[in-house]
C-alpha cells in the first residue's frame, strides 16, 4: 500500500555548523519562545522552521541557498533510510522509541493508504505552504505509525555500536541516528511497507501541504517518522482541558447537567472511563453511568459536555477562545485556583489502539485528543523537492 523509498537527505555538517544539539529545535508549533535557539548558534534551524519578520519564507530560503553554498548543509551523496531512537524518561523509568526516516509517495487520504486522524486549521497550512514554495525543502517531518514489529534489516542497523549522531538536546532526550545506504537493506525495508498502511500521529498539517503542493510545485513523496504503533516505548500524553470563561458558567448547573449521564463522586482519582472535573468548588470525579461505554473518551468529552453544556463546539475549538491545554494535571488545578480558567476536565491518554481505530473507520478526533512525547525535533534530516 505505501510506497516507503530512501532519499538523499539534506544534512548538517556538524563539523562544519557546530554541535546538533546547538542545531536543532522542536517542531514550529510547540515553541513557546525562539530565543534560547536563536541564541544557541546563528546556524539554529529554527531560522528555517519558523522564520519571522515581513519576508520571513524568502529569508529562510535566502539561509538555506547560503548555508549549503557555503557547505554548512550538505546533501547525501546516496540513498539511505535512517534509523532513529529516541531515548528518555517517563514517569520514572528509562523509554525508547525507534522508527526511520523515509521518504512516503503521497497519496490522497480517500484512498486509505496514509490515514489522519484529526481535523486541520487552514492558518498552519497557509503558513507551511509558504515555506515550502520558498524553500522547496521539507524542513521536518510527519510522524507516522506501522502495524507489525520492525523490519529485520532495521532492528539489526540499531544495534551498530556507532550512531551517526549521539546527543542529547537541552531537556534530556538522547537523539541517535544510523545511516541505511546498504541497497540490499533499503530494498527489504520498503518491501516490508508495500502491504502496510500508514497512520499519521503528528504533523497532519505538514502532510496536507505537502498533498497541496503537488500540483504547483511538482511535491512527490513527504519525509516522514515511521514507528511501530505497538513497541513498548511508545508514549502518547494526555491533554487537558482548561475552560476559559465567557461570563455565563454556572458550576452548579453544570453539576446538575453532569448528573444525569454520569455518576459523580467528589475529591476520587481518574479511572478508566471517566473524566475529572476540577472547578472552584472541588474535584469531581466523572464515572460512565454506562460502564460498557468502550469508545473514544475525549470524543465523548466534547460530544456530550463541551458542546452542548459548555457551548465549545468544533468552531468554538479551533476559534481558540475558550479552551486552552496542558498535559500537567498540576497546572490545570493551578489554572482554576488563580481564576485563569472556571473548570478544568482531566482525561486519560488516547491509546495509539485507538488513534488506529478511529482512522480506519475514516473518523477524526477532536483536536489536540494526541500528545506523542517526546515530540521529533526539526535538523537531523530535510528533504528538498530536487533530490
Known amino acids: 500500500m505505501a510506497t516507503v523509498t530512501p532519499f538523499r537527505a539534506l544534512m548538517y555538517d556538524f563539523a562544519a555548523a557546530g554541535r546538533p544539539e546547538a542545531l536543532c529545535c522542536p517542531p514550529y508549533d510547540i515553541i513557546p519562545s525562539a530565543v534560547p535557539y536563536l541564541a544557541a548558534s546563528p546556524y539554529n534551524i529554527i531560522r528555517l522552521e519558523k522564520p519571522e519578520g515581513e519576508r520571513a519564507y524568502a529569508s529562510a530560503a535566502g539561509l538555506l541557498a547560503g548555508w549549503k553554498a557555503r557547505g554548512l548543509l550538505r546533501r547525501a551523496e546516496k540513498d539511505a533510510f535512517y534509523a532513529y531512537e529516541l531515548g528518555f524518561t517517563h514517569a520514572g523509568k528509562a523509554k525508547s522509541t525507534a522508527g526511520i526516516f523515509a521518504a512516503v509517495g503521497l497519496r490522497e487520504y480517500a484512498e486509505g493508504v496514509i490515514r489522519p486522524h484529526e481535523n486541520t486549521l487552514s492558518k498552519a497550512k497557509a503558513d507551511r505552504y509558504e515555506l ?132 459523580i463522586e467528589k475529591g476520587a482519582p481518574l479511572e478508566e472511563r471517566s473524566f475529572v472535573l476540577i472547578t472552584k468548588g472541588g474535584r469531581y470525579l466523572l464515572r460512565f453511568k454506562d460502564m460498557s461505554f468502550n469508545g473514544l473518551e475525549v470524543e465523548e468529552l466534547h460530544k456530550h459536555i ?63 485528543s494526541t500528545c506523542f512525547y517526546p515530540k521529533l525535533i526539526t535538523g537531523p534530516v530535510m528533504y528538498e523537492l530536487d533530490s
Not at 542497523?157 to 532526550?173: K, Q, S, Y
Not at 546498504?182 to 520498503?190: K, N, R
Not at 485556583?337 to 477532536?366: H, L, W, Y
Open 306 to 368: 463541551m458542546e452542548p453544556l459548555l457551548g465549545i463546539d468544533a468552531a468554538v475549538q479551533a476559534a481558540g477562545t475558550r479552551l486552552a491545554y496542558t498535559h500537567d494535571e498540576g497546572e490545570a488545578a493551578e489554572a482554576v485556583a488563580s481564576g485563569r480558567a472556571v473548570c478544568a476536565f482531566i482525561v486519560n491518554p488516547t491509546r495509539a489502539s485507538q488513534v488506529k481505530t478511529v482512522a480506519d473507520g475514516g473518523g477524526k478526533m477532536p483536536q489536540k
Open 132 to 263: 515550502l514554495k520558498a524553500t522547496r525543502a521539507q524542513i521536518s517531518p510527519v510522524y507516522a505509525m506501522y502495524g507489525g514489529e520492525a523490519p529485520a534489516a532495521l532492528a539489526a542497523l540499531r544495534g551498530r555500536e556507532r550512531p551517526a549522531l549521539d546527543f542529547a538536546m537541552p531537556d534530556g532526550v538522547r537523539h541517535r541516528l544510523w545511516i541505511m545506504d546498504d541497497p540490499g537493506e533499503c530494498a527489504a525495508v520498503a518491501a516490508f511497507f508495500e502491504g502496510k498502511p500508514l497512520y499519521i500521529a503528528d504533523g497532519h498539517h505538514r502532510y496536507e501541504t505537502a498533498l497541496k503542493a503537488r500540483g504547483e510545485l511538482g511535491c512527490r513523496r513527504c519525509l516522514m517518522f515511521l514507528a511501530d504503533m505497538a513497541q513498548p516505548g511508545l508514549v502518547i500524553l494526555p491533554t487537558h482541558r482548561l475552560v476559559l470563561d465567557n461570563g455565563a458558567f454556572d458550576e452548579s448547573a453544570l453539576l446538575r447537567s453532569l448528573g444525569e449521564r454520569y455518576d
